[in-house]
């Protein structure tokens, strides 16, 4: 399973932005997908996981920094996952990368990953 993950950009603080991780060669309706985020200098950061539970039942994590502002969801007929990020903050500044595998908060759980894509978020 290959992941691409895009839709990063410059935007303003206060800005909504969506990425997106595609899957191909295979599907990961049964992985759970996480979205961690990298900044200058900074450890790799869990951002939000989405995990099948079951027939058509989801489980949504997010880490403390980003709950109530980013969205993250699924669409397993086009095998894509969707981070929607609201009320963007300079600190959400990152390398934005998506991963497939078992669910933890953890990178090292993760089998696959996508190669990122940048957010800038200033003024």
């Known amino acids: 399973v290959q992941l691409q993950a895009f839709g990063g950009g410059l935007v303003q603080p206060g800005d909504s932005l969506r990425l997106a991780c595609a899957a191909s060669?295979?599907?990961?309706?049964?992985?759970?997908v996480a979205w961690f985020r990298q900044a200058p200098g900074k450890e790799r950061e869990f951002v939000a996981a989405?995990?099948?539970?079951?027939?058509?039942?989801?489980?949504?994590y997010y880490s403390d920094s980003v709950k109530g502002r980013f969205t993250i969801s699924r669409d397993d007929a086009k095998n894509t996952v969707y981070l929607q990020m609201n009320i963007l903050k300079p600190e959400d500044t990152a390398v934005y990368y998506c991963a497939g595998g078992t669910y933890s908060v953890s990178v090292s759980t993760y089998d696959y990953w996508g190669q990122g894509t940048q957010v800038t978020v200033s003024s």
């Open positions: 989405i995990r099948w539970s079951g027939r058509y039942t989801y489980y949504a």
């Open positions: 060669g295979g599907t990961f309706s049964h992985y759970a």
